[in-house]
């Protein structure tokens, strides 16, 4: 007996990396499972150039590749119950027909993980719209689509448990500008989202996961690359070593998906988590404002900018006040010119 006996789960972006891992974990715990991705074959073997990378990487990428086909086919392998289906969730048709494949399949539909995005690199001189478009709509309109077919069937049945595959990238990553840029959009989608679905008994969170991906053997050595090229600075040895261990196996993230899927979890929505494959789980806080200044009673609403100089160091930002854009990422010093 599983603690999800009963419960059919979609896992978009399941043919490999982190979304083939949670998808394999639900199996395991009596989840009947649809598995997806875009298309027949590795999407990471059809991206990435061979000649564009070094060899170790372009090994550890084909070794972390697969479909949603081989997915729900290792499932089955386990004696688990799983289908698969290709198609873009980011287009409407694709969507609409993957929630109704569940619904048609097992009557039902419980568990909705949006783990599919385009995953890259890019700073806003780099970018171009080409692949600003690439690491956004993917995931923003994804996650958008397929919780706005699948919410009907959930709000029906009065159970649902809606994942949005989120990153730490979210608060903002060098040289991520537009993946940092589709990750907030996914916490705000979700803070949202939760607050209209939980009188239906429906939870949405967001899990910033951390695990062996074909993006990441790629995409994660290309940034290094990239900053240390802009900085000149090698990154500190003792992040890298973390960030190496928390990028293991990711069918370790299955279980905190499995219990925020059970009816126990029922009261945990609106939440931003990062959860590692090392075996560590952390929750973001909530944003809130911070102190607020306003002028005295009577003198009017229009700050003097003399006023603003003094008033802002003193109140709105504290003595001990530190440049968040001058806090740089994996140990580098930010300096201006």
């Known amino acids: 007996m599983g603690c999800l006996d009963g419960k059919v789960a979609i896992v978009t972006g399941s043919g490999q990396g982190i979304g083939r891992g949670i998808a394999i974990y639900l199996a395991r715990e009596g989840a009947r499972v649809i598995t ?42 386990e004696g688990g119950e799983a289908i698969h289906f290709y198609g873009d969730v980011s287009q409407n048709s694709s969507a609409r027909d993957l929630v ?21 690199s890019g700073s806003i001189v780099a970018l171009n719209e080409e692949r600003w478009n690439y690491l956004t709509i993917p995931k923003m309109r994804g996650s958008f689509l397929m919780m706005h077919y699948a919410a009907p069937h959930m709000i029906k049945q009065n159970f649902g448990r ?28 979700t803070w949202a989202s939760s607050k209209e679905l939980f009188r239906h008994n429906i939870t949405v969170n967001v899990y910033c996961p951390e695990g062996s991906s074909p993006g990441h053997a790629v995409e994660y050595n290309k940034m290094l690359r990239n ?56 929750r973001y806080t909530q944003p809130e404002l911070t102190p607020q200044i306003q002028r005295p009673e009577g003198a009017g609403p229009l700050w003097a900018v003399e006023e603003l100089k003094d008033v802002f160091r003193r109140e709105v930002l504290g003595e001990d006040y530190t440049c968040y854009a001058a806090q740089g990422a994996w140990g580098w010093d930010i300096k201006k010119k």
């Not at 048609?104 to 995005?117: F, M």
């Not at 940092?180 to 959009?185: I, L, M, P, W, Y």
């Open 36 to 77: 997806n991705n875009r298309s027949p074959r590795s999407e990471s073997i059809l991206k990435y150039d061979k000649d564009s990378m070094p060899e170790n990487e372009w090994k550890e990428m084909l070794s972390l590749s697969g479909d949603a086909e081989a997915t729900a086919e290792l499932i089955r392998m």
């Open 100 to 120: 109704q494949l569940a619904i048609d399949t097992w009557g039902r539909l419980d568990i909705l993980v949006n783990n599919a995005a385009g995953l890259g």
């Open 162 to 189: 809606i994942f949005n595959c989120g990153s730490s990238a979210w608060t903002g990553l060098a040289d991520n500008d537009a993946y940092t840029a589709a990750n907030a959009g996914v916490a705000g989608l």
């Open 227 to 282: 900053i240390k090229a802009a900085t000149g600075q090698d990154p500190d040895p003792k992040l890298l070593a973390v960030v190496e261990s928390d990028h293991g196996d990711p069918i370790n993230l299955g279980p905190f998906i499995a219990y925020l899927s059970t009816e126990e979890a029922g009261y945990i929505s609106g939440e931003i988590f990062n959860i590692k494959s090392s075996g560590k789980i952390a």
